[in-house]
């Protein structure tokens, strides 16, 4: 049986490569996918095929140092209000001619003189 596991705290430019690298140590990875990066840092999550697998790997990771970083890794809560994307389907939404818009709101003030 399958589990995803969650991982918070990679550094900002850690791309899908470096997550495999990091992650394929501990078993079998049969997908990836990252969420929005917050102030902290990177957000992603890795599925591996045995749960045991992503239990060693959420052993070993969680507390771990990267880059003056350190990893939060959970077990993926199916009811947590992050769906996560894979990176296969944030690709294929790219040849699909899908795009993703972030839209940032900031709020100003002003003077009147």
Known sequence: M???IMIRGLPLDFDEDELL???EEFGEVTATGF???TRTGRRAWVEYSE???AEVALGELDGAAIEE???AVTVWDPDDDEVPVAADDE???EEEGI???CLFISKATSTIA
Do not use: P
């Open 2 to 4: 399958s589990l995803k």
């Open 21 to 23: 690298e990091l992650c």
């Open 91 to 93: 690709e294929d939404a």
């Open 69 to 71: 970083s350190y990893l």
């Open 99 to 101: 795009t993703t818009v």
């Open 35 to 37: 969420l929005a990066n």
């Open 51 to 53: 749960q045991w697998e």
